[in-house]
């Protein structure tokens, strides 16, 4: 594969961890994750982190990762567009889209140690949160695949395009959020 066709098949492998995020806004609601407690003096995760949104979010990533890899196996397309032989790839798409919306809590829970309420901006933390948490967890379980296809070869042109296009489709998701009504801040 050309650098090109290796950073944007990077980008399209990262869209399990991707689409949790913005799926979480949509199925949100409901009985928060921390049901309401408190840790020193302060919400453990607040009311923006629902077990709906969670599993919803994250199910929904898996739901689009296992069609992409029939998708992958219809084209029969290049390993490099692939999460790897199963049952690697279902545990790869498992690893980004439960580690996306982990990561996403774990942001939280950092916000509300900093005193920053539900939907505060934080700049940073907001959009890589879930970044990081997909991240570590394919590290846990799949590091090989990982290193194959984001560190090995032009790899790592995949992870720099999606480390920059994350900013700009967390603020789209956002907005179309806030649009809907479903957020109450467009950011
Ligand atoms: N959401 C949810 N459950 C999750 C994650 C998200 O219900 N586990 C929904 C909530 O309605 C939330 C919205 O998706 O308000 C947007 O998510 P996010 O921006 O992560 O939450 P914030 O409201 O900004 O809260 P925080 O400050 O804790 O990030
Ligand atoms: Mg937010």
């Known amino acids: 594969m050309t650098p090109l066709e290796t950073a944007l098949a990077g980008l399209w492998l990262m869209l399990p961890a991707l689409i949790p995020n913005s799926a979480a806004v949509i199925w949100g609601g409901g009985t928060p994750m921390d049901f309401g407690r408190s840790w020193r003096g302060k919400r453990i995760l607040g009311d923006g982190k629902t077990w709906r949104g969670f599993v919803g979010g994250a199910l929904t990533g898996t739901a689009f990762g296992i069609f992409q890899i029939w998708l992958a196996s219809a084209l029969e397309a290049e390993p490099g567009w692939g999460f790897g032989d199963w049952p690697v790839s279902l545990c790869v798409v498992l690893s980004l889209s439960f580690g996306s919306m982990l990561g996403d809590s774990a942001g939280s829970f950092v916000k509300r140690r900093l005193g920053r309420g539900r939907g505060s901006k934080t700049p940073g933390l907001d959009q890589y949160s879930f ?17 194959a296809h984001y560190i090995e070869g032009d790899g790592i042109y995949g992870l720099a395009l999606f480390l920059v296009v994350v900013p700009v489709l967390h603020r789209v998701a956002n907005i179309i959020g806030y649009k809907m009504g479903k957020k109450n801040v467009p950011w």
């Open 131 to 147: 970044v990081l948490g997909a991240i570590v967890l394919v590290l846990v379980f799949q590091q090989t695949w990982f290193r």
